[in-house]
């Protein structure tokens, strides 16, 4: 059973919210492009209007949908979710938006300081750079320009000829490991001495992403930092947890509670969901390039020998809890919630013991 929440609105607000009593409450239109029908709306962490707020949009930006439900829209901003009211929202027609492959198809940039534009050409404007060996879920390909998903949520056109496509279950970070001290290490290798944070993403009045059989992502991520403390543990380890059952934990309290320990490595738990329900699979993200990139290929390399789910791969990612944070600091994210596949894997304890071998190796590889 899903729970009611009740909001306070304005008058004005509850005669736009009329308009759009039509819209099924609870009822995802994942994926649905919205225009901004506001002057300007508040992106809030929560769906709620007392919850923090984010971010602005301004009057005819658009966002991509993730789930709906009870007259608020989940979308991602800056890498992170986020949440606006949906009565400023007007839907964009489908018949406009490009036609995006069904295919989890990803390309890896070949070359350095690559730009991002808003269109498949050169005459069209720049939005951001990219770099040799970030790896993207390729959308659409026109003239030799590809399209793809950014972090932060938006899309943008790559140049087709500075990219390799990655086939599906190569690992390309396993070379990079000094396999042979590995080797020699994980055997009866031991964290005894290192302290790591581990976060279980969301809880409380924000559930994460829903799975397509209604289970949240808050609970998913919450049960497996149990197992991963209980093996970190065993391995020698401090562990401090950001949470330890289900209420809310800001952002910023998360990267404090971390840092006021003397933390040598924190990590991020979460799982994925998608509008495409066929996208799947784990991938571990870092923040800057130095310590934690090496930190998430170590992590994802040993995730990958352990899951049976496809590897995506290590990208960089804009979160708050990376960006923001002075220590070393990676997210995982442990398969799609919306990917039928990936939740049938991740509802089993076979799966969070892998994914807890997996981290706990990881940890040892980065640290011997
Ligand atoms: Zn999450």
């Not at 929202?89 to 990803?106: F, G, I, N, R, Y």
């Not at 944070?197 to 209604?214: E, L, M, R, V």
């Not at 220590?327 to 799609?336: K, N, P, R």
């Amino acid at each position: 059973m899903k729970n009611i929440r009740f909001f306070t609105f304005t008058l004005g607000t509850s005669i736009l919210l009329f308009l759009f009593l039509f819209i099924p409450v609870g009822h995802a239109e994942s994926g649905q492009t919205y225009e901004i029908g506001a002057s300007s709306l508040n992106l809030r962490s929560s769906p709620s209007h007392s919850s923090e707020i984010i971010g602005q949009l301004a009057e005819g930006e658009q966002i991509v949908a993730f789930q709906e439900a009870f007259g608020w829209v989940q979308t991602y901003f800056d890498g992170e979710e986020a949440w606006v009211a949906s009565q400023f929202l007007v839907p964009v027609d489908k018949e406009s938006q490009t036609q995006a492959t069904a295919s989890s198809e990803m390309i890896t940039v070949t070359s350095t300081d690559v730009r991002v534009r808003t269109g498949p050409g050169t005459e069209y404007s720049v939005i951001g750079y990219t770099t040799k060996d970030d790896t993207y879920t390729l959308l659409e390909t026109t003239n030799n320009w590809h399209k793809v998903a950014l972090d932060n949520g938006k899309t943008g056109w790559i140049a087709a000829w500075l990219t390799n496509p990655v086939s599906s279950q190569a690992a390309p970070q396993t070379e990079t490991n000094n396999s042979a001290v590995a080797a020699e290490e994980t055997t009866n290798g031991s964290l005894a001495g290192y302290n790591i944070a581990i976060d279980p993403g969301h809880g409380g009045k924000d559930p994460g992403s829903t799975a397509f059989d209604g289970s949240l992502e808050k609970d998913y991520t919450l049960s497996i930092a149990s197992t991963i403390a209980k093996k970190l543990q065993n391995a020698g380890a401090t562990v401090i947890q950001t949470r330890t059952s289900d209420y809310f934990v800001s952002l910023k309290d998360r990267v404090n509670l971390s840092e006021s320990h003397n933390t040598n490595a924190f990590i991020s738990l979460h799982y994925n969901a998608y509008p495409i329900m066929t996208v799947n699979g784990f991938s571990t993200h870092f923040y800057s390039n130095g310590n934690d990139r090496i930190l998430a290929q170590d992590i994802q390399a040993a995730l990958a020998k352990y899951l049976p789910l496809k590897s995506r791969g290590v990208m960089r990612g804009d979160y708050h809890v990376l960006r923001e944070n002075s220590d070393l600091a990676v997210l995982v994210e442990l398969g799609f919630l919306t990917n039928p596949n990936d939740l049938a894997a991740i509802q089993t304890a076979d799966y969070k013991n892998a994914v807890a071998d997996g981290i706990v190796e990881g940890l040892m590889d980065y640290f011997h």
